[in-house]
């Protein structure tokens, strides 16, 4: 699995923590560019994401997510 | 009583985090190092402006071995906010970042700037200068005016709490303390103080993920001993990680510093059924806690009200309910002592809240909490801030019952408070999840008279919180007139 096959997985996260359908995700986004982004909704992605891709991400690698493409290479890493 | 601790068992681990371990003998070299320092440049008030850790704690105990006091500053707090509190407290000595240090320096040219690498140097000689400040640290919190206030606990008050945490038993040498509050809150004295004068091991919680998964912390650092407020608990439950699989280590969670309601209780006996809860109440003004109640699986229900008691008083301290219609509820009045000496340089509020009053004939200095609480049967419950009790068209309401009401109705975080002279609440829910107001109303109806149904209910994504956590009613009012047109 690489980063690009998990976009359309990871989009459909946002899209779904959000409630809304229009998030287009490239891995340069960051949270504060996503209107309604708060450490509440950090929390609700990672999760959902965890779930998704069966990963178990430690709280140091959250640590150092900064952008799409950061959690994106993450998930890869841990799959 | 670190210093018995770290004699007793001087290669234990006394701070302890992501496989960093800094025994007790290292701690003491660090602590002792700062002490000389702060020795050599004389005077007695230090900001120790570090993130939690091993410099934290050293300086924090270094102070007291030096004869100084302290006050500690959030490193993650706008810089502002920091000035601000420097400003007032004026110290003698500065302990932070070579740029937080210069930025503060600025404003303060009298005092010394102190770096953490002193830390590294040799300590081992220094042990004691001969002098002693009555005062141990001070803590300066959010005064209702939005301007901080210094609370000066003084070293008899410090030794009487940390005794009470020493005696009860609570923590022991072989436990791992959760050090997650940061050094400007006093719930984090529990932990240095008492956690290191006992030769327990503190696990500080650095950096965003930490504080935002701290189940996870739980179980990596295999935390036996929880301390925070409830916030934090409803954290984990929020992120569906209040489980045995993560919390399966804590043989006890002590909670403070705002109400911890029955929902937390059940969860935690659910996930960990073996495990204590210990709530306790306490101002800042009384020196972190001056109750305390243990409660197991098997007992909690009969502790449960709108929210959990509170518990009785530890030894030595007296708790008095005062002004109430009847002697089982009144405000909160704290004697004994762990009564702060007053507010840093300032008689007008220290005369303010700390008066005397007589109890069995004798004249006694109290500490007038503004917590408004009241007996029922063994148990004390707490229900409101004094200054929080509404009155709308005329009818006395406590927002804490309305908010109980919203909680029953599914919404377990919610702030209620008075704006534009109506009842207000607003919840905090996802956007994505469906609101349907009508049927909410409904269900209030059931618990809750008609004029403490709010008259305006809204709801967001993420209640503004403070530094601490907890829910700030300010900027929910600000909220909702940003929102209302």
Redesign the interface.
């Given at each position: 699995m690489t980063a690009t096959d998990i976009y359309p997985a990871l989009t459909e996260i946002f899209n779904e923590v959000f409630g809304r359908r229009d998030i287009v995700l490239r891995p340069d986004l960051t949270g504060p560019d996503i209107p309604g982004w708060n450490s509440f909704k950090f929390i609700d992605l990672i999760m959902a994401a965890e779930t998704r891709f069966g990963v178990q991400l430690n709280t140091e690698d959250i640590d150092r997510i900064n952008t799409v493409g950061d959690l994106a290479a993450l998930i890869v890493a841990k799959a | 009583m670190f210093l018995a601790a770290a004699r007793a068992r001087p290669a234990h681990p006394a701070v302890s985090c992501?496989g960093a371990v800094t025994t007790y003998a290292a701690l003491e070299r660090r602590a002792r190092a700062f002490a000389a320092a702060f020795a050599a440049q004389g005077g007695s008030g230090v900001l120790i402006a570090l993130p939690q850790g091993p410099d934290a704690y050293a300086a924090i105990l270094g102070a007291g071995l030096a004869g100084c006091y302290y006050a500690g500053i959030n490193v993650e707090a706008p810089f502002e906010k920091i000035r601000r509190i420097a400003g007032l407290l004026r110290p003698d000595m500065i302990v932070a970042d070579e740029t937080l240090g210069a930025r503060l320096a600025a404003d303060l040219p009298d005092a010394a700037l102190i770096s953490p690498a002193v830390a590294g140097g040799d300590g081992t000689a220094f042990a004691g200068n001969g002098r002693r400040h009555d005062i141990a640290y001070i803590i300066f919190t959010s005064g209702s005016t939005g301007a901080p206030k210094g609370v000066v606990i003084g070293r008899a008050a410090l030794n009487h709490f940390v005794g009470w945490v020493k005696n009860s038993g609570f923590i022991t040498p072989d436990d791992r303390i959760s050090q997650f509050p940061n050094i400007a809150f006093d719930v984090s004295i529990t932990d240095i103080f008492g956690g290191l004068a006992i030769g327990a091991t503190l696990c500080p919680f650095l950096?965003?993920?930490?504080r935002?998964?701290p189940a996870?912390?739980v179980a990596?650092e295999k935390i036996t001993v929880w301390n925070s407020t409830p916030s934090v608990m409803s954290?984990m439950m929020?992120?569906?990680e209040a489980t045995a699989d993560h919390l399966g280590t804590l043989r006890l969670l002590n909670f403070c510093g705002e109400p911890l309601f029955p929902d937390h209780l059940r969860a935690i006996f659910a996930a960990i059924p073996d495990t204590v809860v210990q709530n306790s109440y306490g101002p800042t003004e009384t020196t972190v806690t001056m109750t305390e109640l243990r409660m197991t699986r098997d007992n909690f229900a009969e502790a449960c009200g709108a929210t959990v008691a509170i518990g009785d008083p530890i030894a030595g301290i007296g708790l008095h309910l005062l002004g109430g219609a009847h002697p089982d509820e009144g405000e909160i009045v704290i004697t004994g002592p762990q009564v702060a000496d007053g507010y840093w340089r300032d008689p007008v509020k220290t005369e303010a809240a700390f008066r005397v009053i007589e109890i069995d004939g004798t004249p006694t200095r109290a500490y007038f909490s503004g917590d408004w609480a009241e007996r029922r049967g063994r148990h004390i419950f707490f229900r409101e801030r004094i200054d929080l009790q509404v009155k709308i068209s005329g009818v006395r309401l406590e927002l804490e019952e309305v908010a109980s009401a919203f909680r029953q109705a599914g919404h377990p975080i919610v702030c209620v408070l008075k704006w534009r002279d109506e009842l207000a609440a607003v919840i905090e829910q996802?956007?994505?999840t469906r609101f349907d107001e009508p049927a909410l109303r409904q269900t209030l109806a059931r618990t809750l008279e008609r004029h403490a149904i709010p008259a305006v209910i809204r709801r967001t994504?993420?209640l503004p919180r403070n530094e601490n956590d907890k829910i700030d009613r300010k900027s929910v009012a600000a909220w909702l007139d940003a929102e209302t047109p």
């Amino acid at each position: 699995m690489t980063a690009t096959d998990i976009y359309p997985a990871l989009t459909e996260i946002f899209n779904e923590v959000f409630g809304r359908r229009d998030i287009v995700l490239r891995p340069d986004l960051t949270g504060p560019d996503i209107p309604g982004w708060n450490s509440f909704k950090f929390i609700d992605l990672i999760m959902a994401a965890e779930t998704r891709f069966g990963v178990q991400l430690n709280t140091e690698d959250i640590d150092r997510i900064n952008t799409v493409g950061d959690l994106a290479a993450l998930i890869v890493a841990k799959a | 009583m670190f210093l018995a601790a770290a004699r007793a068992r001087p290669a234990h681990p006394a701070v302890s985090c992501r496989g960093a371990v800094t025994t007790y003998a290292a701690l003491e070299r660090r602590a002792r190092a700062f002490a000389a320092a702060f020795a050599a440049q004389g005077g007695s008030g230090v900001l120790i402006a570090l993130p939690q850790g091993p410099d934290a704690y050293a300086a924090i105990l270094g102070a007291g071995l030096a004869g100084c006091y302290y006050a500690g500053i959030n490193v993650e707090a706008p810089f502002e906010k920091i000035r601000r509190i420097a400003g007032l407290l004026r110290p003698d000595m500065i302990v932070a970042d070579e740029t937080l240090g210069a930025r503060l320096a600025a404003d303060l040219p009298d005092a010394a700037l102190i770096s953490p690498a002193v830390a590294g140097g040799d300590g081992t000689a220094f042990a004691g200068n001969g002098r002693r400040h009555d005062i141990a640290y001070i803590i300066f919190t959010s005064g209702s005016t939005g301007a901080p206030k210094g609370v000066v606990i003084g070293r008899a008050a410090l030794n009487h709490f940390v005794g009470w945490v020493k005696n009860s038993g609570f923590i022991t040498p072989d436990d791992r303390i959760s050090q997650f509050p940061n050094i400007a809150f006093d719930v984090s004295i529990t932990d240095i103080f008492g956690g290191l004068a006992i030769g327990a091991t503190l696990c500080p919680f650095l950096g965003r993920a930490d504080r935002m998964f701290p189940a996870r912390v739980v179980a990596r650092e295999k935390i036996t001993v929880w301390n925070s407020t409830p916030s934090v608990m409803s954290l984990m439950m929020r992120a569906g990680e209040a489980t045995a699989d993560h919390l399966g280590t804590l043989r006890l969670l002590n909670f403070c510093g705002e109400p911890l309601f029955p929902d937390h209780l059940r969860a935690i006996f659910a996930a960990i059924p073996d495990t204590v809860v210990q709530n306790s109440y306490g101002p800042t003004e009384t020196t972190v806690t001056m109750t305390e109640l243990r409660m197991t699986r098997d007992n909690f229900a009969e502790a449960c009200g709108a929210t959990v008691a509170i518990g009785d008083p530890i030894a030595g301290i007296g708790l008095h309910l005062l002004g109430g219609a009847h002697p089982d509820e009144g405000e909160i009045v704290i004697t004994g002592p762990q009564v702060a000496d007053g507010y840093w340089r300032d008689p007008v509020k220290t005369e303010a809240a700390f008066r005397v009053i007589e109890i069995d004939g004798t004249p006694t200095r109290a500490y007038f909490s503004g917590d408004w609480a009241e007996r029922r049967g063994r148990h004390i419950f707490f229900r409101e801030r004094i200054d929080l009790q509404v009155k709308i068209s005329g009818v006395r309401l406590e927002l804490e019952e309305v908010a109980s009401a919203f909680r029953q109705a599914g919404h377990p975080i919610v702030c209620v408070l008075k704006w534009r002279d109506e009842l207000a609440a607003v919840i905090e829910q996802d956007p994505a999840t469906r609101f349907d107001e009508p049927a909410l109303r409904q269900t209030l109806a059931r618990t809750l008279e008609r004029h403490a149904i709010p008259a305006v209910i809204r709801r967001t994504a993420q209640l503004p919180r403070n530094e601490n956590d907890k829910i700030d009613r300010k900027s929910v009012a600000a909220w909702l007139d940003a929102e209302t047109p």
